[in-house]
């Protein structure tokens, strides 16, 4: 009896890393555009990473091109380094990157956004390791921010 439940026990931490790991995989722009939990689908350049709380930042993007959702030509990002497979952000870099709303009201504090329903947006978790090299070209012309 002892012997199957240990025998269960190291079968269970075998295999735990293959269930808990999640990877990020190489999804196709058809596959982007019709996720409806993204809203946002942009390429721009990082302008600036700025602290915002203990584990959080808030990168600014130059947008250059949008095929999904409606973004101005500077736009904010929240990253909360906790989630799981979420992108790294850094100054100068270019990046096509899938957003969603930031709404869970413990993270929005966390990264100092207390007493306001200013909308604000997340990366994807994979949104940026999950994209192929192409997929610009895949996504096709898209089109320009909203200028000020």
């Known amino acids: 009896m002892l012997r199957s439940r240990v025998f269960v026990l190291v079968v269970a931490l075998a295999l735990t890393p293959l269930i808990a790991l999640a990877e990020c995989v190489h999804v196709a722009g058809d596959s982007v555009m019709a996720d409806k939990t993204i809203e946002l689908v942009f390429s721009g350049r990082v302008v600036e990473i700025t602290p915002v709380a203990d584990g959080g930042v808030r990168a600014t993007f130059d947008v250059q091109r949008v095929w999904k959702g ?79």
């Open 70 to 148: 409606s973004i101005p030509q500077r736009f904010d990002l929240y990253v909360w380094w906790a989630w799981a497979e979420i992108p790294h952000f850094e100054k100068g870099q270019h990046h096509v990157v899938l957003a969603q709303p930031l709404t869970d009201r413990d993270i929005r504090q966390k990264l100092g956004m207390v007493g306001t329903e200013a909308v604000a947006f997340r990366p994807t978790q994979c949104s940026v390791a999950a994209l192929p090299p192409l997929i610009e070209h895949e996504l096709g012309a898209g089109y320009a921010p909203n200028r000020p």
